[in-house]
C-alpha cells in the first residue's frame, strides 16, 4: 500500500507569494495531521483533521495559513503570503485512531524556502 | 501535563559499538502510548515501534531493542552494533487518550566507520 503523499517534495519561493502544500493519507484513515518541522522549534503540530473535519488548529503560526480537507483523500495547507520565517519542513501524516494509540505515519515532507 | 525528555542532544559512536537513546516521559493517565520514530539524512521521518502503557515487555527487532520500565518512566532504545546507516535522529513521542503526540526534541546519532 502507499504511505502517505506530499507534494511538492522541494518549493523554493519568494516572500509574498501564495504557497500550497498537498497531501494524500493513507486510505482508511481518518485522521490527517499537519505538522511543521524548524531547527528552533523542532516539530509542531499545526491542525488535525478526523472525517475531513478540523479538529484542533491552535498550532496554525497566524492567519496567514490555512488548511483545508475537501475530500477523504486529500488535503492542503496554504501560506499566504509567505514569509521568510515560514522556511521549515512540512509533513502530513496520517492514522486510524490516535487516541486509541494507533501510529501516526509521516509523508516525505516538504521541504519550504521561503526567500 | 504530558512531556517527553531526550536530555541526549547528539550521540558519536564508531561501527559495531552499541548505543543507547535515553526517552523519560510525563504522564498522570494510566493509558498511554509511546513511540519510537527515525529521521534518517534523507529527512522522512519513519515509524519504528509503538508501546503501550500495560505492555513492559522489552521488545527486540533485529539489533534494535526496547526497554520499557514504568518504574522510572523510561522508555529506551538500544541499537546493537551499530552501523554507518543507523545515523538518523531518533525522536520518541507520547500520546495519552487524546489525538495529539507530543515528540521529544531528538536525539542526533552519528555512526562513524
Known amino acids: ?115 | 501535563a504530558q512531556k517527553v525528555t531526550q536530555a541526549q542532544t547528539e550521540i558519536s559512536v564508531v561501527e559495531k559499538e552499541d548505543v543507547t537513546l535515553d526517552c523519560v516521559y510525563e504522564t498522570r493517565d494510566t493509558t498511554y502510548y509511546l513511540f519510537w520514530y527515525k529521521q534518517p539524512p534523507s529527512g522522512e521521518l519513519v515509524f519504528l515501534i509503538r508501546r503501550n502503557s500495560f505492555d513492559e515487555q522489552n521488545e527486540i527487532s533485529g539489533r534494535y531493542s526496547w526497554n520499557f520500565q514504568k518504574s522510572t518512566s523510561s522508555f529506551n532504545f538500544t541499537i546493537t552494533a551499530s552501523q554507518v546507516v543507523d545515523s538518523a535522529v531518533y525522536f520518541c513521542a507520547l500520546s495519552e487518550d487524546t489525538d495529539k503526540l507530543i515528540f521529544g526534541t531528538g536525539t542526533r546519532l552519528q555512526v562513524f566507520p
Not at chain 1, 66 to 79: C, G, R, V, Y
Request: hydrophobic share 35%.
Open chain 1, 1 to 115: 500500500d502507499a504511505g502517505v503523499i506530499q507534494s511538492p517534495r522541494h518549493e523554493v519561493t519568494e516572500m509574498g507569494q501564495e504557497v500550497t502544500l498537498r497531501c494524500k493519507p493513507i486510505s482508511g484513515h481518518d485522521y490527517l495531521f499537519w505538522y511543521r518541522q524548524t531547527m528552533m522549534r523542532g516539530l509542531e503540530l499545526l491542525i488535525y483533521f478526523n472525517n475531513n473535519v478540523p479538529i484542533d488548529d491552535s498550532g496554525m503560526p497566524e492567519d496567514r495559513f490555512s488548511a483545508k480537507m475537501p475530500n477523504a483523500s486529500f488535503s492542503t495547507l496554504k501560506i499566504q503570503p509567505s514569509e521568510p520565517r515560514d522556511s521549515a519542513v512540512y509533513f502530513c501524516a496520517s492514522s486510524l485512531e490516535p487516541g486509541r494509540g494507533e501510529t501516526q505515519y509521516f509523508g516525505p515532507g516538504t521541504r519550504l524556502l521561503v526567500l
